[in-house]
């Protein structure tokens, strides 16, 4: 055996099962304790050419055959058919264990196997991201190690990375995951405030430390991994919610969610048989299709925008209807005051319509009372639109020809957090 700083190493060992059971406390404690030891300089298991002998590789040098950030391995891959009409979405998918396999691509980069993959599973214009748990020996449940001290900081970047590269705001992302993979898309998704929906996060390891250590983390990662998420509790103000699914009758998951801060956690009890002695793997499998509609969901969020009819009224200096909210602007009546507030920034601007109550002409004035300046312009409600320039005494003289029958705003114009009070918007024929 040479092992010091070269990528990649063979080592003898005895006891060999052909494959990782070689290297479990209960089959060879030496043996155990080397692979350990390797892990914490940086290699784990990649390889096997019988006879006990074991391949380690440098993670640095590791090749999956994919995208690297750092040390993270990771694949993007497009929407078959990118069509316009959808808003573009970006799925995360924290990939989930593979406690068996010789290859550190299979075990730490699962693939997103358990998924079908494809547009007849996501919404359409979903890309999709997959994150390789690029860590110790099955991975580290995404979590820094001293070996690895960036790996929560880098995932982070990373996926702000293709946001910026797809020009996707933090509302078009959605993080998934399963087991491991669960747990992944919990802390990042209080790192960065993102949505998340997952089956069966594993936030404790303390079974798998009673068993055989088969993750391999014993001594380097606590069991308690929600005490890994409470920095990030209040890390971001988001609400955005994060979707659990999972049973009540698995003993190694259900009860210690009872630690995270149920704030944003939607807790989906799923009625589902399970007669397995562990109970997790088995619900994971089987809930796959209820799984991939709550992911679905949370998809289709993104492009819909669900509108409740305004409450309230106008006074009489106003011709416009009560306009009802858009995806983009908030309206309400404040003692009989128009009040407006832009809901999101947005990459390209989007407009909202004001209805008058009656279409105007070239004669007609137009009267406006704000407590700050707004901008204003009427249209026919097709491509032709004329921007209004009100007078210090707040009057806009239309002066075209032409019929026009409704006001228009933009986002452009407007400012996210400002309330603008309109106390009259008159038309003077």
């Known amino acids: 055996m040479t092992q010091g700083q070269e990528a990649s190493f063979w080592e003898t060992f005895p006891d060999d099962k052909k494959g990782l059971r070689t290297f479990t406390r209960q089959n060879n404690l030496t043996n155990y304790q080397k692979l350990k030891g390797y892990a914490r300089k940086g290699y784990t298991l990649n390889g096997y050419a019988g006879r006990g002998k074991y391949q380690f590789t440098k993670i640095a040098s590791l090749d999956f055959g994919y995208e690297r950030f750092g040390n993270i391995q990771y694949r993007l891959t497009p929407p078959k058919k990118e069509i316009d009409f959808f808003n573009k979405k970006l799925v995360v998918i924290f990939n989930s264990l593979g406690l068996s396999a010789v290859k550190a691509s299979t075990r730490m980069f ?3 196997a358990e998924f079908h993959i494809g547009e007849s599973v996501f919404a359409r214009n979903t890309y999709i991201l997959r994150l390789a748990d690029s860590n110790m020996t099955v991975g580290s449940m995404y979590l820094n190690t001293p070996n690895y001290p960036t790996f929560i900081e880098e995932t982070d970047l990373l996926i702000k990375k293709v946001m910026r590269d797809l020009a996707l705001s933090i509302d078009d992302v959605v993080l998934i995951g399963s087991s491991r993979g669960g747990f992944g ?8 405030g993102y949505r998340a929906v997952v089956t069966d996060p594993i936030v404790s390891l303390v079974y798998d ?4 250590d088969r993750f391999f983390l014993r001594d380097d ?14 890390a971001t103000d988001s609400n955005r919610k994060i979707t659990i699914v999972t049973n009540s009758e698995v003993p190694i998951t259900y ?8 704030d944003r956690l939607d ?4 009625d589902a048989k399970l007669f397995s002695e562990m109970k997790h793997g088995e619900l994971i499998a089987g809930s796959i299709p209820y799984y991939n509609s709550e992911i679905n969901q949370a998809l289709l969020e993104i492009d819909r925008g669900e509108i409740a009819k305004n409450t309230g009224k106008l006074s009489d200096d106003f011709d416009i209807e009560y306009p009802i909210d858009t995806r983009y602007f908030r309206f309400s009546a404040e003692n009989g005051q128009l009040v407006i507030e832009k809901k999101q920034d947005v990459a390209e601007n989007k407009s909202s319509f004001l209805v008058l109550k009656s279409a105007i002409s070239n004669a ?3 009267e406006l009372q704000s407590d700050s300046p707004v901008k204003i312009s009427v249209t026919n409600g097709r491509k032709a639109d004329i921007g209004l320039n009100f007078s210090d005494q707040g009057i806009a003289e239309l002066g075209i020809g032409g019929i026009w029958f409704m006001l228009k705003i933009n986002t452009s114009d407007y400012e996210v957090g400002k309330k603008y009070r309109i106390s009259k918007l008159r038309i003077t024929k």
């Open 209 to 212: 430390y009673n068993l055989d």
């Open 185 to 192: 898309a919990i802390l990042h998704a209080f790192v960065g």
């Open 267 to 270: 807790i989906i009890d799923l």
């Open 110 to 112: 699962s693939d997103g």
């Open 221 to 234: 990662i606590e069991p308690d991994l929600i005490n890994y998420i409470k920095p990030y509790f209040k």
């Open 255 to 262: 009860p210690y969610l009872t630690r995270l801060p149920n």
């Open 364 to 366: 007609d004035k137009i």
